[in-house]
């Protein structure tokens, strides 16, 4: 796989992914190193002339800028990239419109398998205490709640993925392009079955 190929694909929000994955950890650590660690240094050696008050509401605007830029890049790449993904008729030997189906389909369940995830973790821990140490005593994090957000997850999974899907097709039958391998089927005339790959072309 060669560079440029890639290259092709990357559209310009797949730049603004990339950029935005860099910079979260970079502006946490600017904060932190840079404001957060020399103030409180600075108090340590002298306490009589730091405010605690602005030291923990800076350790707080710190940490919630932190949490919303994760849960903007989560938003940007599950939601506003694929969206973006599926109208976008640029394909290529490396993504072909199949390829692009399959990435859209687990892209809209990335939310459903996060919360699944954020689930299972604690459940496990709580399982494995339970066997070594012979109490129960669940997770704070384990409650029925959170089974609404994950079934409410699971329908958005579902119900985005058919979207995509169907963006997708409208995408590809526009550019008239054949679905399974990306061939490029304007010019032909009558074309009932894609000359590459054999697939039949729907009308
Ligand atoms: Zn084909």
């Not at 935005?20 to 404001?35: D, Q, S």
């Not at 605007?61 to 790449?77: K, P, Q, R, Y």
């Not at 704070?140 to 979207?163: K, M, N, T």
Request: charged share 15%; aromatic share 14%; with cysteine.
């Amino acid at each position: 796989m060669k560079w440029r190929e890639w290259k092709v694909q990357l559209t310009w929000w797949h730049k603004v992914t990339l950029v935005f994955t860099v910079a979260t950890p970079l502006v946490y650590l600017a904060m932190m190193y840079g404001i957060v660690i020399p103030m409180a240094r600075r108090g340590a050696a002298n306490p009589t002339n730091i405010s605690f008050d602005a030291l923990g509401r800076l350790v707080r605007i710190t940490i919630g800028t932190e949490i919303a830029m994760l849960v903007m890049l989560f938003v940007w790449v599950s939601i506003v990239s694929a969206w973006l993904d599926a109208g976008n008729p640029r394909f290529s030997d490396l993504v072909s419109p199949v390829m692009r189906s399959r990435h859209l389909s687990f892209n809209a369940w990335i939310p459903f398998f996060l919360a699944l995830f954020v689930g299972i973790v604690p459940l496990a821990e709580s399982l494995g205490d339970w066997l070594l140490n012979k109490k129960w005593e669940p997770h704070f994090i384990l409650s029925w709640w959170l089974a609404i957000p994950i079934v409410l997850l699971a329908a958005h999974g579902w119900w985005f993925g058919r979207l995509l899907q169907r963006r997708l097709r409208t995408t590809v039958s526009r550019a008239r392009l054949c679905y399974q391998c990306g061939y490029r089927l304007a010019e032909i005339p009558n074309c009932t079955r894609c000359p590459e790959c054999g697939t039949e072309v729907a009308a």
